[in-house]
Structure formats: C-alpha cells, structure tokens
Nanobody
Framework: QVQLVESGGGLVQAGGSLRLSCAAS????????MGWFRQAPGKEREFVTA????????YYADFVKGRFTISRDNVKNRVYLQMNSLKPEDTAVYYC?????????????????WGQGTQVTVSS
C-alpha cells in the first residue's frame, strides 16, 4: 500500500510560480514511477507529467513543456512539480499518483494510488 500527500498549492498571479510536493509512504519509493495530474471544474482529470523510479526519465504533456518540471528525491520519498509561467488555465486541483505496475502511461488508469489533491488557482 502507498499513501500520498500533496502540498504547496495556493493562489498565484498569472506569470508566477508554485512548487508542489508529494510525500509518499509505504512501498519502496524508488521502485515505481510517479505522475502528476490535474482536474479543473467540469473537466476530466488530465495528465501533466510523470517520472520513472530509478532512471528519472520524464514525460510531459505538451501544454506544460518548458513551464513545468517534475523531479523526485528517492531519499526523502518525495516528488515535486515546479510550475513556472503559470496561466489562468492552469487553475485546477493537482494530484500526485503512483504507478506501481510500471506502465508509465499518460492516463489515470495507469496509476494505482492517488493523493487527496491540492488546489492551484491562477488569477489573471
């Protein structure tokens, strides 16, 4: 079993930055991939980015390339999402998720465990 807790969300003006953090407990953190998703009101949950366990290979949705960066600390059991140049359309609840099967997919079905989410609001 894996438990995930996100933090770092908040209100920021357009063009600003936020850093989200996700703390993981349970199974050996370095052995599985982690992803970030987001869900805006009335919309489906969408993939943002993912990072593999030991290699650190990353995968980004096109709409965040060059603005967001995912990283992980396998000693602290944390994954981070650095978000720069934020836009009002980035407003959503952001979730971290664990991929224990190693599918490394850009879809929620590929992830086994989810955090409770953290709200990010970008004002114009």
């Amino acid at each position: 079993q894996v438990q995930l807790v996100e933090s770092g969300g908040g209100l920021v003006q357009a063009g600003g930055s936020l850093r989200l953090s996700c703390a993981a407990s349970g199974r050996t953190f370095r052995s599985y991939a982690m992803g970030w998703f987001r869900q805006a009101p009335g919309k489906e949950r969408e993939f943002v980015t993912a990072i593999r366990g030991s290699s650190g290979n990353t995968y980004y949705a096109d709409f965040v390339k060059g603005r967001f960066t995912i990283s992980r600390d396998n000693v602290k059991n944390r994954v981070y999402l650095q978000m720069n140049s934020l836009k009002p359309e980035d407003t959503a609840v952001y979730y971290c998720a664990a991929d224990l099967k190693g599918l490394f997919l850009a879809t929620p079905i590929g992830y086994d465990h989810w955090g409770q989410g953290t709200q990010v609001t970008v004002s114009s």
